[in-house]
């Protein structure tokens, strides 16, 4: 593994696990005047100097199309500077490179506004993870790693919705398909993010039914607890067919904050099974790769 490849997944762990004090950058620090040599002290957090003036680094960052590796080395530089990282870094990359779904998920207005400065459910840390990073798969020994192009859909959503749930909004993005030794078929890894979780229909058909957190897995992205999708009887057979899957070889999980992380085995088209597919043009994606005006996400490194 490189270095470089080590620090990413090193800081998104330590980014999106949640815990660990943030330390006040320059605050109570004294500041020689160069006029009459009084000492001032910088209270407060806001004030920044030099490589840690936020506005500064934005500008590097945004320099180098908000590259996810680079904000992952800079975030494990110091304290400081993850401290920056997640409180500045982290969303304007994730507002950079998937606009309007992060405007989506904020509840920015029309139009696909910027969402305003301030928290996401799960953090900012967490969702530039489920943006760039693939989770694998822990039973059949896939390991989690980035991805190079990541597409997130409104459509497939709502296909892992069942109907009560059906006004929920849920993004899911295509499955990362995976070679496994000694397996007949590939795996398919895929991940979305709710929004407003908390107030979802989902998460009261949950609640409602009573279903237990699973005491063995935790998010891959923020480290919360989570449900079994599969245990709790809420996975519609719509699902199965939008991932291309038999039925039974599914898995997913949803955290108490709102990602959604799982697997399937993939079924092996045939050729004519194939044609049919690519001819089809009545999926609402379809025109949105081509650049619609749906608000499904598109992420690219």
Known sequence: MSGGTRNTRQSFESSS???????????????????????????????????????VLSLVFRSINWDPQAVCTAACVSRRMRAVAERVLWRELCISRAPRMV????????GG????????????????????????????????HFTRMSRFSKTSGRSFLS??????????????????????????????????????????????????????VRCPYCGARVWSMVAAGMVPRTAWRRLGCLEGRLEYYVCVSGH?????????L????????????????????????????HVAL
């Not at 815990?19 to 209270?43: F, H, K, N, P, Q």
């Not at 969402?115 to 390991?143: E, H």
């Not at 959604?260 to 993939?266: E, Y």
Request: glycine share 22%.
């Open 163 to 216: 109907r009560r749930c059906r006004s929920d909004l849920l993004y899911v993005s295509d499955p990362c398909e995976h070679a496994v030794a000694g397996a007949g078929d590939d795996l398919g890894a895929y991940r979305g993010v709710f929004r407003g979780f908390m107030r979802s229909r989902t998460r009261a058909c949950l609640v409602g039914r009573q279903a237990a957190l699973d005491p063995r």
């Open 103 to 110: 405007a989506s998920l904020a509840g920015a207005g029309a």
């Open 270 to 297: 045939t050729s004519s099974e194939g044609e049919h597919d690519a001819g089809s043009g009545s999926d609402s994606d379809a025109s949105t790769q081509g650049g619609g005006s749906d608000d499904d996400g």
């Open 260 to 268: 959604l992380h799982g697997n399937c085995w993939l079924a092996r």
């Open 17 to 55: 696990g949640g815990g660990g004090g943030r330390t006040s950058i320059d605050e109570g620090r004294g500041v020689r005047d160069g006029g009459g040599g009084r000492v001032a002290a910088a209270r407060g957090s806001g004030v920044n100097t030099g490589i840690l003036d936020e506005h």
């Open 113 to 144: 506004a910027a969402p305003p400065p301030g928290r996401i459910v799960g953090g900012w840390p967490a969702l530039a993870k489920m943006l760039f990073f693939c989770c694998g798969a822990a039973g059949p020994g896939v390991p989690g």
